[in-house]
């Protein structure tokens, strides 16, 4: 299987700077989507941005603010956000769609971290 931990949460200021990382581990085969989605409490979770080979994804509320990249050596994805605002406050979520290699099929299936907290005062 494969584990998704992240880091990088924390609490700061409006118009602040994190950057979120996400490290991925375990029976591998091949990442072949790796992003972030957002919860907060009472909403659905939602997709804030991924990353595929060729093609980067991101939530209109995000565009211009927050930066997604992957480093597929390290299996990391990372999630820079700037010019954070309050309504950015959730809890994020790594995200990565995995191919593995089993008894010579070949198998894709989602995982996600356990979420890191995100606040940001107005």
């Known amino acids: 299987q494969v584990q998704l931990v992240e880091s990088g949460g924390g609490l700061v200021q409006a118009g602040g700077s994190l950057r979120l990382s996400c490290v991925a581990s375990?029976?591998?085969?091949?990442?072949?989507?790796m992003g972030w989605y957002r919860q907060t409490p009472g909403k659905q979770r939602e997709l804030v941005a991924d990353?595929?080979?060729?093609?980067?994804n991101y939530a209109d509320s995000v565009k211009g603010r927050f930066t997604i990249s992957r480093d597929p050596v390290k299996n990391t994805v990372y999630l820079q956000m700037n010019s954070l605002k309050p309504e950015d406050t959730a809890v994020y979520y790594c995200?990565?769609?995995?191919?593995?290699?089993?008894?010579?099929?070949?198998?894709?299936?989602?995982?996600w971290g356990q979420g890191t907290q995100v606040s940001v005062s107005s």
């Open positions: 990353i595929a080979s060729g093609r980067i």
């Open positions: 375990g029976s591998i085969y091949r990442i072949d989507v």
């Open positions: 995200t990565a769609d995995v191919t593995h290699f089993v008894l010579l099929k070949y198998e894709r299936n989602t995982y």
